[in-house]
């Protein structure tokens, strides 16, 4: 399957402890996608990158939390002091882009992040 | 407001309807336009990419959009248990390249 992974499917963790999230997109894929999905609600855009670049963060990305994709691959999420509110389904999606041109994005399954 | 409004549902539906799931979006920049099927603790999956306004059909689904009234559709024929899931739309403008999403509209497809 070459689709977007993502890893772990799951994680439990408990407030103030860090954590972190990866996403491999499809390899023909240059631009990369976070979301945050909590439940009865759509996902909500996060930030994105076109290769290596982060070229926008939504106001929803607060100081604990960054993102990275040094070498314009796989990418990952970091949230620190997790707090209970950052329960939720972490979505990477993956597209081609150049210029105005963007390809349909594709999801992986997500992480589902519970802060107990 | 929310730029993109779905009604989230549940529909329930016997098998063989046809299904009608609707937005409506505030946003007049939107040219690109989607349709999202999400299974229970899966990732969405791209059912239908439409540009503009006009109808666009793919076997059972077909997506249509009307810009001047902002009101986007999508029509599942001979629907079966199975297309029981999330179905979510979506728009983003010409230049952006992130995805404004509606709520998701829960559909059950009874035997």
């Known amino acids: 399957d070459t689709g977007v992974s993502q890893d772990p499917r799951h994680k439990i963790t408990k407030r103030g402890q860090n954590v972190t999230f990866r996403c491999d997109p499809i390899?023909?894929?240059?631009?990369l996608y976070w979301y945050r999905q909590t439940l009865g609600q759509g996902p909500e855009f996060l930030t994105y990158?076109?290769?290596?670049?982060?070229?926008?963060k939504s106001r929803l990305l607060s100081d604990r939390f960054s993102a990275e994709r040094p070498k314009g691959s796989f990418s990952t999420l970091e949230i620190q002091r997790t707090e209970q509110g950052d329960s939720a389904m972490y979505l990477c999606?993956?597209?081609f882009g150049r210029g105005l041109y963007n390809s349909p994005l594709h999801f992986g399954n997500g992480t589902r992040l519970t802060v107990t | 407001q929310k730029e993109v409004e779905q009604d989230p549902g549940p529909l329930s539906v016997p098998e063989g309807a046809i299904v009608s799931l609707n937005c409506t979006y505030s946003?007049?920049?939107?040219?690109?336009f989607m349709w999202y099927r999400q299974y229970s603790r899966k990732g969405p999956e791209l059912l239908m990419y439409?540009?503009?306004?006009g109808n666009k059909e793919d076997g059972r689904f077909t997506a249509q959009v009307d810009k001047s009234s902002k009101y986007i559709s999508l029509f599942i024929r001979d629907s079966q248990p199975s297309d029981s899931a999330t179905y979510l739309c979506?728009?983003?403008?010409?230049?952006?390249?992130?995805?404004?999403f509606g709520t998701g509209t829960r559909l059950q497809v009874t035997l």
């Open positions: 999606a993956s597209s």
């Open positions: 390899s023909e894929h240059n631009r």
């Open positions: 990158f076109q290769n290596e670049a982060q070229l926008e």
């Open positions: 946003n007049s920049a939107f040219q690109y």
């Open positions: 439409t540009y503009s306004s």
């Open positions: 979506a728009a983003k403008t010409g230049t952006a390249s992130k995805l404004t």
